[in-house]
């Protein structure tokens, strides 16, 4: 059975339709590239699935549970975690205060340092810049936070949405490398990336949307290397 | 010197009374992203419980103030629910803006349909007499006014600063959208904002009446356009704004009154408030406002 099941989703904005019948699957284990253009849908992908904003029509289902019309704050603490686009970070709250609130959920105070002890050993950084206002961090630093974060629920599943969008090459490096790592920890990863090569490289199988449909799918490895692929997302 | 000294110690008086309203204004301005100006109404409505419950029904003080901060907390509660919320996600500011009016007259006509539109005399819930310190003679609502601001806003700071509900109110000021995906109920949040500014201002209704005796159905109307202006002063959205902009503008107004002109009292707040605002457009403690991308 999926972790993460969607089937044929839609959902407009007003009258203009952004996905139409969308459907994949994500396993548990597994990393799951979202690739496409901008605009193809892929953030709306994600806010549907998580919540934030209401379907059309279709279904979401989440560890066999339908939860198509549950909002958005509920559906953290059922093992769902999204980092969403642009970060998010609160930035007039320190680092320490940020990861906290992603800790909202989980009620138990023991609990809650065992797994921020854990987010400090994947990303160390944060560890030094635990007092700081997340507002001052740098880019790649506020994606760190907002991965941190995320994971600070104890999620099953983490949804990231473009975590390399505008960071230096050496910063996409490290994220790539912590999305690989905090997966190898037990976390499904849902990967929405523009940056399709590095998403490719690192994913099991991915799917492909275009103006608000899936396109292809398949294993990443294959996808990496199919024609059409290298021509439209890969730049060559 | 004396007389002066006097001035500014009922200015801190007023503008502490101020201040507790500025803060529910501010707070709700802050998370819920919308003004409320049906908030000067709350007081009133706060007033008439006291005044109800005290000179109607001849019940201990005590009842009266817990009455009236119950009475707020609900009708706070009830209007956020049944007013403001409906049309949160309706897209035009303007349309709830236009509801807190329509929800401030409301309010207005009720009481007037209750209570009738004479002024009533609300008897003082402070048992305190005037105290004379050296040469000054210092009211006893003064004093409680002061210290009643000083214990709320020293509270309300560490229930914002340390407790769950506090951060959950903290991370809705700051983006919506991801405090929902941390697990935060937005609108509960919004509900609670409502109901511990409603709170405030029952608070402030009984001490701005134990100050100023006359209650009517607008008693609440000018106190809530000062506070909204305190508010603003002090950088709408910072609660230790609000606190600064509602003490600065008890004691302007004071002092107007008593060294320039009563009448025009008034008219002299309101041009510190666009003097401030032509030199620092957010406010004393106000941020630049991010836009959203
Ligand atoms: N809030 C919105 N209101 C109206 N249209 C939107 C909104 N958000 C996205 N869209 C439109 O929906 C389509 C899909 O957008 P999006 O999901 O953000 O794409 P992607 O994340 O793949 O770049 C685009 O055509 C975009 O213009
Ligand atoms: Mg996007």
Redesign the interface.
Known sequence: MALLKVTELSVNYGVIPALRGVSFEVNEGEIIALIGANGAGKTTTLHTVTGLIPSAAGRIEFMGKDITKVPAHKIVSMGMAHVPEGRHVFPDMTVYQNLLLGAYTVKEAGKRDSILKEVYEHFPRLKERERQLAGTLSGGEQQMLAMGRALMSDPRIILMDEPSMGLSPIYVNEIFSIIEKVSKAGKTVLLVEQNARKALTIADRAYVLETGKITMEGAADDLLHDDSIRKAYLGE | MVSFITNLINGLSLGSIYAIIAIGYTMVYGIAKMLNFAHGDVIMVGAFAAYTIISTMGLPTPVGILAAIVCCTLLGIAIEKIAYRPLRNAGSPLAVLITAIGVSYFLQNGAMLIFGSDTKMFSSVVPLQTLSVGPFLIPGTTIVSILTSVILVSVLQIFINKT?PG??M??CA??R??????????NNTITLTFAIGSAMAAVAGVLLCSAYPALSPTTGAMPGIKAFVAAVFGGIGSVPGAMVGGLLLGVIEILSRAYISTQLSDAIVFAVLIVVLLVKPTGLFGKVI?EK?
């Not at chain 2, 991801?178 to 109920?185: F, K, P």
């Open positions: 769950r951060q959950a903290l991370a700051q983006d959208a991801a405090a929902s995906l941390m697990g935060i109920s937005v991010q991308v």
